[in-house]
């Protein structure tokens, strides 16, 4: 398995991944699936400072994908990350998450950041066993805040440390 910075190239496969996410899950709160201009704005944000987007790949084929991004807009979170992580389906249980995990937190050590945060909808043990593994204790419930699916979802926040 190779880790690596995600290019224009992954684009087509970085939709088809995110787009089966939001038909087929809450992991995501998108509701419909993602054109080719929205996939194109939201790849523009990452680069290879402290927004990043890093990809998995084997054979060429993209096993999944993680991102820090901006936690919001205003200022006062300059050093806080928002961090997400997909697997494809058929990569589960491969230790595809665990890779693409250390490989960012590695590479955002040294970025000026302090914060990492990360808001997973339950349930998804897997996903918390993930996060935990990697130092993010939780910190609240947002009970019941969104809907999806014709159903109300709540999301676990977690926080952890960054190195400076």
């Not at 997909?86 to 960012?104: D, E, K, M």
């Not at 000026?112 to 996903?127: D, F």
């Amino acid at each position: 398995m190779d880790i690596r910075h995600a290019t224009p190239e992954d684009l087509p496969a970085l939709s088809e991944l995110r787009n089966w996410y939001i038909a087929n899950s809450n992991a995501t709160f998108d509701v419909a699936p993602l054109s080719a201009e929205a996939m194109q704005a939201w790849f523009s944000q990452f680069g290879r400072g402290p927004h990043r987007l890093l990809v998995a790949e084997q054979a060429g084929g993209l096993l999944g994908y993680c991102s820090s991004q901006r936690y919001r807009a205003h200022q006062a979170f300059d050093t806080t990350v928002e961090t997400s992580i997909y697997a494809h389906p058929q990569a589960a249980r491969r230790g595809v998450g665990s890779a693409l995990y250390q490989a960012l937190f590695e590479g955002l050590a040294g970025q000026g950041l302090h914060r990492a945060v990360v808001g997973i909808a339950l349930p998804n043990a897997a996903s918390l066993r993930l996060h935990e593994k990697f130092g993010f204790r939780p910190v609240g419930v947002f009970s019941e805040y969104a809907t999806k699916h014709g159903q109300f979802i709540s999301s676990q926040w977690l926080e952890r440390g960054l190195s400076a």
